[in-house]
């Protein structure tokens, strides 16, 4: 089985005047097909670096970056870009929609730079909307979203161009403790349906819900385990004294 | 991304910014207008000097005499006065190319008729004289060769002379006028012809059989001054003057090596360097309104540098989720296009518009030409990509983790 992650010897140095900033000292990582991992890690550990480099935003100043069995470190920057469109799907933290366009419109962006005609951009588009329960809000903006709905649909404009990977950067930073946890019940899902998820958090009450978690530290690799009981998010949100989510209702039934 | 798409996303972006857009705009719509505008007062102007030269006769030629040389102190152009009646009259039976010839003798005479009277000139002037410049009397004839060749005393007036001594709309046909004391019988008047290029009045004159002109008046000279002549075709122009050249050098007994002891002028010369000056004049109008033009592409680029700052952040989402800086390059581009090219359609409008209202209301006379449109088109395009590259490409070379972080 090819790891969608292979990281070998991953060095970062900036250049800040006179000074090398080692962000990064010699990181090596394998994530598998299937697995959700979260990066964990204080700032300054490295891990916002790791992460723009698996994401293919930025280059290793040496070691090698296999994504999906293809060496990707030595990429320019059209080259990356590519490979960002078609095999990694983006979550950040401010959920980095496009204000003043629908969130049909912020789903099919990824697929505007795939070439995809227009019918089946929109066909896809409604399906990833769907898949994370917003099929209804189509025609809203970002600013007649809450911060979850958002999230959503950032989560579908992950998923349209079906990448290898997932990557998301503090998806849950800007939410509650109860969208939170709805949208790392998205997640688990998504995993369970067979993507593979890296989860950048600092919160170890979200890692939880991972299967694997990596800890950074000054630039090394510094912890790296197995959660063999991962909570289940769609559980606790049952078990919390409030009104059902639509989302997970229509999600399968946990294993 | 297609460029349909592309061009999408532009409108809407134009969209949201509806006030900044339209200002924009404004400074292209004023720039394309202008250019515009002044260049059809400039073709407009060109074109009416032009038909000023063109009431002379089309296929016209002037032959003026040599200078004279008195020892060793040169005279003027003309002021030899070694072409005669006879050179004319050989030139008038020997070149096939030459339509009519006629030598010029003109006086200026006090004219009588009745109780008025008025001072103009008398010009004698040959039978072929209508054919020359193409102006044939609307009222009677013209006076014949016969006449010409006994020296009748008749007379064909301007329509300013008639007007003058006999009034609006009166019949002259037959009546007599005096010039100098002498009787003239009026056999035709000629149809208004305006002014000249040079501003004269053309119409204020009375043409007469040279031999008369000639015995009565220049003192029965056989000098001629000007001679007009004209040729068969506006083709044959060329041919005409290389005959008369020819029979005048043989007439004039001039060797292989000397100089012609005359000079033919033709009219397209003279419309030629009257089109040259009026097309500095409109370059120079094009080139004022270009400089608002210019100021227009900076007020765009000036937006699109703001917009770029504005949308760090789209731009920075944009590249994380897959564009390519020449993706990024591409829509700010064609937005900058599509601000300058709307913005030139305006102003080709606009600009029409103007003419209209200056040749309406100053009087001026306009000509818009479809050249200036399509160029108005393509320099407003030309002004949008150039203008626009810039802060295009300052967009597509941003570094997306920078961008994305950008506040």
Known sequence: MTPVI??????????????????????????????????????????STFMNIVGCLDRPTSGQYFLDGVDVSDMDRDERARIRN??????????????????????????????????EMKKRALEALKAVGLESREDHRPNQLSGGQQQRVAIARALVNTPALILADEPTGNLDSRTSIEVMGIFQRLNREGRTIVLITHESDIARYT??????????????????????????????????????ASAPAAS | MSLWRILKVALSAMNRNKMRASLTMLGIIIGVAAVIAMVAIGQGANASIQAQIATMGTNVMMIFPGSSRTGGVMGGMGSASNITVDDIEAIAKQCSAVAG????????????????????SIQGVSHTYPIIREWSPEEGAFFTEQDVRSATKVCVLGKTVAENLFGEGMTVIGETIRVRNLPFRIIGVLPRKGSSAMGQDQDDVILAPYTTVQKKFSGNS????????????????????????AVLRTRHKLGERE???????????????????SGIMTALLGSVAGVSLLVGGIGIMN?????????????????????????????????????????????????????????????????????????????????????????????????PIDALRYE
């Not at chain 1, 991953?10 to 598998?32: F, I, T």
């Not at chain 1, 929609?97 to 049909?104: E, N």
């Not at chain 2, 056989?222 to 050249?245: L, W």
């Open chain 2, 101 to 120: 010839i006629t030598p010029t003798f003109r006086s200026q005479v006090q004219v009588v008729s009745g109780n008025q009277n008025w001072n103009t």
């Open chain 1, 6 to 47: 292979a990281v070998r010897n991953l060095v970062k140095v900036y250049h800040m005047g006179d000074v090398d900033v080692h962000a990064l000292r010699g990181v090596s990582l394998e994530v598998n097909p299937g697995e959700f991992v979260a990066i964990m890690g204080a700032s300054g550990s490295g891990k």
């Open chain 1, 211 to 248: 299967g694997r978690v990596v800890r950074f530290k000054d630039g090394h690799v510094v912890h790296d385990e197995r959660i063999e009981q991962p909570h289940d998010a769609a559980a606790e949100l049952l078990a919390l004294p409030t009104e059902e989510s639509p989302v997970l």
């Open chain 2, 222 to 245: 056989n000098r001629v001054g000007m001679i007009m002549a004209s040729a068969t075709s506006p083709a044959a122009i060329q041919e005409a003057q290389d005959q008369i050249s």
């Open chain 2, 303 to 399: 937006i699109m540098l703001v917009s770029v700052t504005e949308r760090i952040r789209e731009i920075g989402i944009r590249m994380a989720i897959g564009a390519r800086g020449r993706d990024i390059l591409a829509q700010f581009l064609v937005e900058a296009v599509v601000v300058s090219l709307i913005g030139g359609l305006i102003g080709i409008g606009v600009g029409v518009g103007a003419a209209k209202v200056v040749s309406q209301t100053a009087g001026w006379p306009t000509m818009i030409s479809q050249s200036s449109a399509v160029l108005g088109v393509l320099f407003s395009a030309f002004v949008g990509i150039f203008f626009g590259f810039y802060p295009a490409f300052k967009a597509s070379r941003l570094d």
């Open chain 1, 86 to 119: 078609r095999k990694i799907g983006f979550i950040f933290q401010g959920f980095n929609l496009l204000s003043r366009t629908t969130a049909l419109e912020n789903v099919s962006l990824p697929m505007m730079y795939n070439r995809i005609p227009a019918k």
């Open chain 2, 259 to 277: 100089e012609d002891d005359f000079t033919i002028r033709l009219q397209s010369d003279i419309s030629q360097m009257a089109a040259a000056s």
